[in-house]
């Protein structure tokens, strides 16, 4: 197991917007070795345009040979994030790497796995994934995976029954539009599909923020049927009604987002609780409406009767909002050496009209933290004790010293 020269957890990232891959390859190693002196880095992410993407393969090679990690793990995608800085819609490198004494690191792919007997029994996730005799078991993942071809609403209830409530988190690979044009990398392997992860345990702590970017409007209420995702009776009352009903209260200027950003529904994680605030609700889209029998549909695989949600909006200043709020448990936890944030394509100048919202919240709560992300296909991330696929999220993930 590589250490740092002073024993201690230490991160740099880096980040190129240069379009020749080279260039943007000779950029962030220089950055990295700057910051790391010559010491070996444990885990190197590199997340890379489309534009890299033909010379992908040769660009992770050069960066483990020159940074020598024990896994380097990585994707193309449609932007990348660093420190203050967030590129779309052009070129862009961006990777961190991380010198990690004490850390146990297994990387793993999707094509190790029998997947229908992992689906069928946890215990064979388990198995692959032992990280040591003397670890206790993961404390997180990190995950990248492929949209076209990895059964997410599968897998990662899969991790949960076979881990526990340990966090995963990652994005899906972006910039595709079709299948087989996105790259993963895992140590030597470059892949088209599937996914890539590794999984961290040992003497190192990593806190996780997801942040669904929705505001609330009207009332928590409970389904009293459904059947499947349609919600076909709410607190006794028809569903469109009830939803006409909160419409009708809302300011113009709400009315105005409903309208043009698409309404949300909000499904409680804690029903023990007795109140109901932001971080409470996995958030989903309402996906149709029965104008007919006054149903809705919530594209939402676990909505059944006697859960309670509630409707939301989404708008730039809710997702900031948010965001910060969500950061603000990140300083309680002490100082950060490095991060990883996963960003929504939706998100960025999309959503807040100005460059590199995200990137600069995580900067006002950690300070000039060595980071590294990219913009999503999907968002993964813990909301209470699951992990579930996102949009329209941001997610980090935090690294600490224990204690």
Known sequence: MSTSPNGRLRFASAISDALATPDAQREVLASLRDQLGEAAADLVVVFATMHHQAGFQQLCADIREALGPRVILGCTCAGVIGVRREMQGGPGLSVLAGVMPGAILQGFSYEQFDWPAVLDSPSALRDTINLSDESTGPSAFLFLADPFSTPMVKLLPAFTSAFGPVPVIGGMASGATESGHNRLVLDSAVMSDGAVGVAIGGDIDVQTTVSQGCRAIGEPMIITKSHRHIVQELGGQNPLAVLRQVARQLSPADRDLLETNGLHVGRVINEYKSRFGRGDFLIRAMVGVDANEGYIAIGDTRVRTGQTIQFHIRDARSASDDFKMMLSAQEVHGEAHGAL??????????????????????????????????????????????????????????????G
């Open 341 to 402: 944030l996963f960003s929504c394509t939706g998100r960025g100048e999309h959503l807040f009209n100005h460059p590199h919202a995200d990137a600069s919240m995580v900067y006002d709560a950690l300070g000039g933290v060595p980071l590294a992300g990219f913009f999503c296909a999907g968002e993964i991330g813990p909301v209470g004790d699951q992990n579930h696929l996102h949009g329209h999220t941001a997610c980090l993930a935090v690294f600490r010293e224990n």
